[in-house]
């Protein structure tokens, strides 16, 4: 038998229709899910075994761990997971992902599903053309699925046949009875392989393939498996290289977890097949005559191997989190962007819980002034890179406290839902006002910092007036917002709201004095009317922003009274 190069783009070819229907069916399925699947994750992790369970059904229900695991990483990087969290999460992944071997010994060699697949592809296409997102989301899974399973004939029947290519059986034979060393060199090659096709679905689909057709023994099949599930983290890895250290020791932590269950599983490689062979044989009584019995051992090896592996690292999740932090150390000057005091486990008590958000609202208050103070620093950068570096800090911390906004204001809602006094409920309200307003102070910098953007892009600049009158309006908005902060941290003294009311008028009466000047300097074209426009575009915001820190007092000042 020849096998031509037109054979090997055939290979490919069927491996990239089966990748490609393992992409869609998840992406089918997570669009179709929405923001439950995150609900799902922020809600269930509220312990390691809870955190194992949501993980392993998200990933059973998308097929595909490499999603799961991005998403707990992208998470983390939002801080909406604690790391401790995402590890939990990660470890039910690892199980979840199992499911996929067991589908396709299942059906992928005892049933021809692939015939099935242009039938539903008959019943997927009207879902896909359909206005309604929800049904076009199911039609992209039944098109995913269909895809899927004609990849996995299609691999099988374009694989070549080593049974009647001596040479290429003599090839492999080289590496198959070197012993011990050819389970290493096999999970070498199942690290790398993974990685490259970064999908270990396909990796395993190929395993199964070659050891149901006997082209490679059970215990080599059972080493690729073992470094199919090393080579999987590379996607949550590259998916946190720009992400925050948070995310990237969620990532380390997933490559940990399975690289520590490969080795000793490696040290008790005979006695852990034993096992499996005795499951399949004995306790589920798959003969070998079936020919599909080695497949079945293969996923029962799987799932063992990341069963056991939770089973023994779920008690060291501490563990796991303290020698991450040491692996991947935190950056100089970089944040840790997740909420600190309010933790996604059951309600404490009602004034605790107050206690908490109290905290967090405070810590929000400090980042928004750190974010504007970072637009001060915005309009005085010549250089252009450092320029672009601080545009995107300002995007990611406006993001940032649009997640702070929801996430403190669901915790809030969920505070007033219990046995609450009436005056504990008004304070709520209050902060919940609160959070707006601050979240509004976010939006005004990012709008201060697109302003100066967009005037960075033109061919003028500001005159030397223009900066100083600006530098000004920025000194009476920081002041507004250290007032700011000093009175919402304080809660054991009267709340005086008169100091952040004067800089307000301050800050009003400044605005109309530039205002009224800017129309006499475009007058006498000092400079011309789109530098003007923004020129008032940022006192304008200035202003707006002034605003929102005496809404701010405003508020807390409502709050202090009702505590009262």
Do not use: P, W
């Given at each position: 038998m020849e096998y031509s190069f037109y054979d090997f783009l055939a290979l490919l070819g069927?491996?990239?229709?089966?990748?490609?229907?393992?992409?869609?069916?998840?992406?089918?399925?997570?669009?179709?899910?929405?923001?439950?699947?995150?609900?799902?994750?922020?809600?269930?992790?509220?312990?390691?075994?809870?955190?194992?369970?949501?993980?392993?059904?998200?990933?059973?229900?998308?097929?595909s761990s490499s999603a799961t695991t991005v998403m707990v990483v992208s998470f983390v990087n939002a801080g909406l997971l604690t790391l401790s969290q995402s590890i939990g999460v990660i470890m039910g992944a690892n199980i979840g992902t199992t499911v996929t071997a067991w589908i396709i010994s299942a059906l992928g060699f005892k049933v021809d599903i692939s015939a099935f697949s242009l039938p539903l592809l008959a019943i997927g296409i009207p879902l896909l053309f359909s206005q309604k997102s929800s049904r076009k989301s199911v039609g992209e899974f039944i098109f995913g699925f269909a895809f899927l399973f004609m990849g996995l004939n299609l691999l099988k029947t374009n694989a070549p046949d080593l049974s009647q290519n001596p040479d290429m059986l003599a090839f492999v034979q080289n590496y198959t009875d070197m012993g011990f060393f050819s389970v290493l060199l096999f999970v070498l090659i199942g690290t790398v392989l993974t990685m490259i096709v970064q999908a270990s679905a396909a990796t395993m689909a190929i395993t199964l393939i070659m050891c149901a057709n006997g082209w490679i023994s059970f215990e080599l099949g059972a080493a690729l498996v073992l470094g199919e599930n090393i080579g999987t983290t590379i996607t949550a890895n590259l998916a946190a290289l720009t992400a925050n250290t948070q995310a990237r020791r969620a990532a380390m932590a997933h490559l940990m977890f399975n690289v520590f269950g490969v080795i000793w599983v490696l040290m008790l490689f005979e006695p852990f097949l034993s096992m499996v062979d005795w499951i399949i044989s004995d306790f589920m009584k798959v003969s070998e005559a079936d020919g599909v019995a080695v497949s079945f051992k293969l996923s029962a090896f799987h799932t063992c191997f990341n069963v056991c592996n939770v089973l023994i690292l779920i008690w060291f999740v501490h563990l796991i989190e303290k020698t991450v932090c040491k692996i991947v150390p935190q950056k100089e000057q970089e944040e840790e962007y997740r909420l600190q005091f309010i933790t996604g486990g059951m309600l404490s008590t009602a004034e605790l819980s107050i206690l908490q958000a109290r905290k967090e609202i405070n810590l929000f208050a400090e980042r928004i002034q750190r974010m504007f103070r970072m637009v001060r620093d915005l309009l005085h950068t010549e250089n252009e890179n450092d320029f672009n570096k601080l545009f995107s800090r300002i995007e990611k911390y406006e993001n940032i406290s649009d997640n702070m906004e929801v996430e403190i204001a669901n915790y809030l809602t969920q505070v007033s839902e219990g046995r609450l006094s009436s005056e504990s409920k008004l304070q709520i309200r209050g902060m919940l006002r609160e959070v707006t307003e601050i979240e509004s102070i976010g939006d005004s910098c990012y709008n201060l910092a697109r302003t100066i953007n967009r005037k960075r892009r033109g061919n003028e600049d500001f005159t030397g007036a223009q900066y100083e009158h600006i530098s000004q309006m920025f000194q009476l908005t920081d002041d507004a917002l250290t007032q700011m902060i000093a009175l919402v941290e304080d809660m054991h003294q009267q709340v005086d709201v008169n100091k952040s009311?004067?800089?307000?008028?301050?800050?009003?009466?400044?605005?109309?004095?530039?205002?009224?000047?800017?129309?006499?300097?475009?007058?006498?074209?000092?400079?011309?009317?789109?530098?003007?426009?923004?020129?008032?575009?940022?006192?304008?915001?200035?202003?707006?922003?002034?605003?929102?820190?005496?809404?701010?007092?405003?508020?807390?000042?409502?709050?202090?009274?009702?505590?009262?």
């Open positions: 069927s491996l990239a229709l089966f990748l490609y229907g393992m992409k869609i069916m998840s992406e089918g399925l997570q669009k179709f899910a929405g923001d439950r699947l995150r609900s799902i994750l922020t809600a269930m992790t509220t312990n390691r075994v809870t955190g194992v369970l949501t993980g392993m059904l998200i990933t059973a229900l998308i097929q009311f004067n800089i307000e008028m301050e800050i009003n009466n400044y605005r109309n004095q530039l205002k009224n000047q800017n129309v006499i300097d475009v007058n006498e074209k000092k400079y011309d009317y789109q530098m003007g426009v923004h020129y008032m575009d940022i006192i304008a915001e200035c202003e707006k922003l002034g605003d929102y820190a005496v809404n701010v007092v405003e508020a807390h000042r409502d709050v202090k009274e009702k505590k009262a």
